[in-house]
């Protein structure tokens, strides 16, 4: 059974940093891209980064880059996500999904780790 | 980025209607779209992946069209249990951009 769970979320003050992380099991987990997406709570889905198989990025969304690094270690099947200089606007329920194949569809979610960036 | 639009935002039907949500991408993404259902408190689901493969497990009376930048979800009779808010993505290029979601109420 495929499963995705995160963990790292938190309270953090703007400008500061969260690492979340994401433990798959279930599957072979370098066969897979992975992606983060979030979600400010009652409101839409935001697409954040993803990552293929080998460790190459898929860039990230706006007004990410530079400041999200996505990354994983096959080793330990895990999917990571490096937040820094956090904004009050990026305080959302984060889910790590599993891409489902070269088309980018995502078939697999968490249930979510959730980041709240507040003074 | 490509920007992605759903109409409508919201509906309600009654069980049994038949009911289409459309999507419009801003450039041609060929056929790399996908449809999700959320419900509440919970994680969203792949319904219908690349424009109009139904996901394992899916019910057969959700179907999805289309091509180059207009695409639509149907459901052909609609159950109390597909009330839920539905989003579409695209997949052509990143960053892999959503819509802006359909709320679905049954009546």
């Known amino acids: 059974e495929v499963q995705l769970v995160e963990s790292g979320g938190g309270v953090v003050r703007p400008g500061g940093s969260l690492r979340l992380s994401c433990a798959a099991s279930g599957f072979t987990f370098d066969d897979y891209g992975m992606s983060w997406v979030r979600q400010v709570p009652g409101k839409g889905l935001e697409w954040v980064s993803g990552?293929?198989?080998?460790?190459?990025?898929?860039g990230y969304g706006d007004s990410l880059q530079g400041r999200f690094t996505v990354s994983r270690d096959n080793a330990k099947n895990s999917l990571f996500l490096q937040m820094n200089s956090l904004r009050a606007e990026d305080t959302a329920l984060y889910y790590c999904?599993?891409?489902?194949?070269?088309?980018?569809?995502?078939?697999?979610w968490g249930q979510g780790t959730l980041v709240t960036v507040s003074s | 980025d490509i920007q992605m639009t759903q109409s409508p935002s919201s509906l309600s039907a009654s069980v049994g209607d038949r009911v289409t949500i459309t999507c419009r991408a801003s450039q041609t993404i060929n056929k790399y779209l996908n449809w999700y259902q959320q419900k509440p408190g919970k994680a969203p689901k792949l319904l219908i992946y690349v424009a109009s493969n139904l996901q394992s497990g899916v019910p057969s009376r959700f179907s999805g069209s289309g091509s180059g930048t207009d695409f639509t979800l149907t459901i052909s009779s609609l159950q109390p249990e597909d009330s839920a808010t539905y989003f579409c993505q695209q997949s052509y290029s990143p960053p892999r951009t959503f819509g802006g979601g359909t709320k679905v109420e049954i009546k």
């Open positions: 990552i293929n198989g080998n460790g190459g990025t898929l």
């Open positions: 999904a599993r891409d489902g194949g070269f088309s980018g569809y995502l078939d697999y």
